[in-house]
């Protein structure tokens, strides 16, 4: 079964500063892919990024970019220049076919 | 666009009762899937629909039914209901299995 383990259940960062964000998981699958979620305290879930296995390169949008290490099993987010509209709890997602393997989710504070 | 829409927001039931919780997909999505979040915890997949299948099933109760309307929206029923079915209930919609999931603003189910 696939797991996604994020070891970070809170981190901090000051504005306009960088922070990345760790997600680990297992699979025996070569075929997936892979997403990140924020969720702010309003607990709308908000697609922040979405990466396919197959490809080796690294998903961007905007501020927001990834590591993928698919040998590794790894699929960290950077968030560049922080706001603090970014303060949210960020889940990694682990996705095969249709249903998602979700992480415990990290809780990102915003320092002004 | 309109984005995915979930009705009602809040709903209150006493214990045993039953619930109805509505989806609206996004215009030309053909994939629904369904998520129970409890308080502080991940999301859980519960089920999913592409083209008014059920396409994937996860831990959702035999108390629990969802279908896919020849519209393309979905109803979860969920009946003889349980506090510890209290939580926050998202409808994501997609063109497809592996692509970008959108989720609604949930239903927040409180049973008392």
């Known amino acids: 079964a696939q797991t996604v383990t994020q070891s970070q259940p809170e981190m901090s960062v000051q504005e306009a500063e960088t922070v990345t964000l760790s997600c680990t998981y297992d699979t025996s699958e070569s075929d997936y892919y892979l997403f990140w979620y924020k969720q702010p305290p309003s607990r709308q879930m908000i697609l922040v990024i979405r990466?396919?296995?197959?490809k080796q390169q690294n998903a961007t949008e905007n501020r927001f970019s990834v590591n993928f290490q698919k040998a590794a099993k790894s699929f960290s987010l950077k968030i560049s220049d922080s706001q603090l509209g970014d303060a949210a709890m960020y889940f990694c997602?682990?996705?095969?076919?249709?249903?998602?393997?979700w992480g415990a989710g990290t809780k990102l504070i915003i320092k002004p | 666009a309109a984005g995915v829409i979930q009705s009602p927001r809040h709903l209150i039931k006493e214990k045993r009762e039953t619930a109805t919780l509505k989806c609206y997909p996004i215009s030309r999505h053909d994939t629904v899937y369904w998520y129970q979040q409890g308080p502080g915890q991940d999301p859980q997949f519960l089920i999913s629909?592409?083209?008014?299948?059920?396409?994937d099933k996860g831990s959702i109760p035999d108390r629990f039914s969802a279908q896919q309307f020849s519209d393309y929206h979905s109803e979860l029923n969920m009946s003889s209901l349980e506090l510890g079915d209290s939580a926050l209930y998202f409808c994501?919609?997609?063109?497809?299995?592996?692509?970008?999931?959108?989720f609604g603003s949930g239903t927040q189910l409180s049973v008392l």
């Open positions: 997602a682990y996705g095969s076919n249709y249903q998602l393997i």
């Open positions: 990466q396919e296995a197959y």
């Open positions: 629909f592409y083209e008014k299948m059920q396409s």
């Open positions: 994501a919609s997609s063109t497809g299995s592996r692509e970008k999931l959108f």
